[in-house]
């Protein structure tokens, strides 16, 4: 996934090497989402800082949460979703970081900001790293119609070609959208319908995925996926019979973002990581190589290719976002309540 990046901004980035100082043999712990960062950026940070970075990845925000919780790992730095950043501030778990190590949030766009005060009132807990919106990716040499809707993931036709997303949240999301239910919702008898939809969707399943969808539809392996628009990106490039659309009922618009858990062992330095990868250039390292929407305005500023500046799929028009709606959390019982569905779902 290793993209080009301009003579120009490697000689900034030389010039921010220069004569910065070193904090040799400490360390600092990173949680993210597999495949979520540029490797190149973690190695600039540790010539920068001698701040040795331990990096461990995680799939879901499910999964990362109970490692959190339990306190059995000391992470300094974690990018867990918006809904998740909610549910960490309200149960108590992260820091507030000290701002004035961060300066560079002065870089996140102020729009991305106060989208972000839905689920983190006054900024207080979290810089957003990466945004987007999860839709369909379908391969046009094996669907034989313009796809615009949730309903073809539900369709007999497509049987064995549909790779659905592994993860209660979107997956209820999906359906309760297709329903014309709000992808929030806690009312029993709409999730039971979502539940008895997903139901009969099981069959229809080739496999449920999170980050193997990206490989299996650049191979053709399925006519049908479900994917975040970062990933949608990648896959284009990869092989143009790809094409991903946000669909008309609606979907889910995300912001993920870098919190300090309580339980951290080393808080300088994890402002200082977070300030480091909010810098416009390392921004711009980031958004090339993981192709996930960035908030920065400086690093989007820098993008010299002026057709995935200007990409709906990056970053996309009014009028889609005007039907995307954001996760919020919904509280212990109705978590636990998403998940035994999802489950019964799955047959778990």
Do not use: H
């Not at 369909?136 to 809707?149: A, G, K």
Request: one cysteine or more.
């Amino acid at each position: 996934m290793r993209k080009y990046i301009g003579i120009s901004v490697i000689l900034i980035l030389m010039a921010l090497l220069a004569g910065c100082s070193k904090k040799d043999g400490e360390k600092v712990y990173v949680y993210n989402w597999g495949e979520y960062i540029d490797e190149e950026t973690i190695k600039l940070f540790e010539k920068e800082t001698g701040i040795t970075v331990v990096y461990e990845e995680f799939e879901q925000n499910e999964d990362m949460y109970p490692k959190v919780q339990s306190g059995a790992v000391s992470y300094d730095v974690v990018c867990p979703s918006d809904y998740m950043i909610q549910k960490m501030i309200e149960n108590d778990l992260l820091y507030e970081p000290n701002f004035d190590n961060i300066p560079n949030i002065k870089y996140i766009d102020k729009s991305y900001l106060e989208s972000a005060e839905e689920y983190d009132p006054g900024n207080k807990y979290s810089v957003p790293y990466c945004w987007g919106t999860l839709g369909i990716l379908y391969n046009t040499t094996m669907v034989d119609e313009t796809i615009d809707s949730w309903g073809v993931l539900f369709d007999e036709k497509y049987s064995g070609e549909i790779l659905m997303i592994d993860s209660v949240r979107d997956a209820f999301a999906i359906a309760l959208q297709y329903l014309g239910y709000d992808l929030n919702s806690t009312n029993e008898t709409e999730l039971e319908e979502a539940k008895a939809l997903l139901q009969k969707q099981y069959p229809l399943v080739q496999a449920y995925v999170v980050d193997q969808v990206r490989d299996k539809m650049i191979g053709g392996e399925a006519a049908i996926g479900v994917i975040y628009s970062g990933e949608a990106i990648y896959t284009s490039r990869e092989n143009p019979d790809l094409e991903y659309v946000v669909p008309k009922e609606g979907s889910n618009v995300w912001i993920d973002g870098w919190v300090i858990p309580k339980n951290s062992k080393n808080k300088e330095n994890a402002e200082a990581f977070i300030n480091f990868m909010s810098k416009p250039e390392i921004a711009l390292m980031n958004f090339d190589y993981i192709t996930y929407s960035t908030p920065n305005s400086g690093a989007w500023e820098l993008i010299e290719d002026e057709e995935i500046k200007n990409s709906p799929v990056a970053f996309p028009p009014q009028d889609v976002l005007d039907r995307c709606t954001a996760f919020r959390y919904l509280g212990e019982e109705m978590e636990a309540t998403y998940i035994q569905k999802w489950n019964e779902v799955k047959g778990e």
